[in-house]
């Protein structure tokens, strides 16, 4: 029988983080089941383990990446795990399905699986805009991002489809109802084959934390002028802890996101039902074509109003005057210590 190799493609904001810390914390465990987290292209960041190497995108270019696929594919073992939320979209790039094409060859002794969570696109957009505004990669306002940007998670499925095979991707909604075990990690323990272990440890909390509105905003505006990442890192520490100090659902791994109003929100939705029901009948085997089952379409939506942006833009004094006080107070014990080296001095 041929070995599996389960690629976790994300999609990103879909629980990624969690999934990929549960894998960091259970590596030895899962190891007895006869899984195996290859190290091969693996790094480590914010306590769980990615390949994003393996990809060979962005920041994570990497011209040993098809090499190192190679060497992944000559590794004996029952059940392998390669996960990067980068894969999904680097299928779309130029050269992204070539790339991938040359993978799948890399690993024709392996039984593949591509493993893609879907969430509702007019969601994923706003929480994927969150997370670009919070890591300095936008400065734009949503509105202005979302007229731009042209990735889909629908066409991804079909990409990988293309390559690897309709019945070798596994499509799995990102809607807590439909995990298995009501949870992300046992979601995946289950469609991987493998076998809950209550002695798994779960990690606490969310390790990839939101920005409320209003920081959200103010690191917006930041980002236009900064000129490295690095230099805003204090700035992003202070506005997640303001987050966490006002909203607790600023830690929940389910969101729903207000940057558009809600009846755009359902308008957009409505337009890519057709589109939901192939995928539902392709992948899921659902006759009936029904993908998400939360009923965010079915409510009659409340009125229009102001998108969340605008509101918060109006809104911005609470968040400004958080971060005020933390600078302020790393000022004052930078001078207390200054002034106690200099009495130490004397």
Known sequence: MAQKIFIHVGAGKTGTSALQSFFAANRERLAKQGVVFPDTGLVSIN????????????QYANP?????????????????IVSSEIFHSKIDDAGGMAFFLTVREALRN?????????????????????????FNLQSRTFSDFVKEYKKSQLDQIFSFATVFG???????????????GGTIERDFVALAGLRWDDDFAL??????PRLTMDALELKRMVNQFAETSDELSVLTRDLLKYSAS???D???LFHQHEMMDRAGQVRYEQSLEPRYRRIAKTFLGREDGVLFRDGFCDAKPAEPRAAGEQNAAATLDQVVAFVLLQAYRRQRALENRLRALEAKAE
Not at 70 to 79: Q, S
Not at 169 to 177: H, K, N, T
């Open 166 to 180: 309709t019945e070798n991707v596994i499509v799995r909604p990102f809607e807590r109802a439909q995990f298995e």
């Open 64 to 80: 040993d990446a098809l090499r190192q696929w190679r060497e992944i594919g000559r590794i004996d073992a029952p059940v392998l």
């Open 203 to 208: 990690p606490e909390g969310n390790s990839n």
């Open 110 to 134: 392996k039984d593949i699986r591509i493993v893609f969570y879907l969430r509702r696109q007019v969601q994923w957009l706003q929480s994927a805009y969150s997370q670009w505004v919070k």
């Open 47 to 58: 306590k769980g383990l990615q390949h994003h190497p393996l990809s060979d995108q962005g």
């Open 250 to 252: 600023s830690r929940t």
């Open 246 to 248: 006002v909203s607790e």
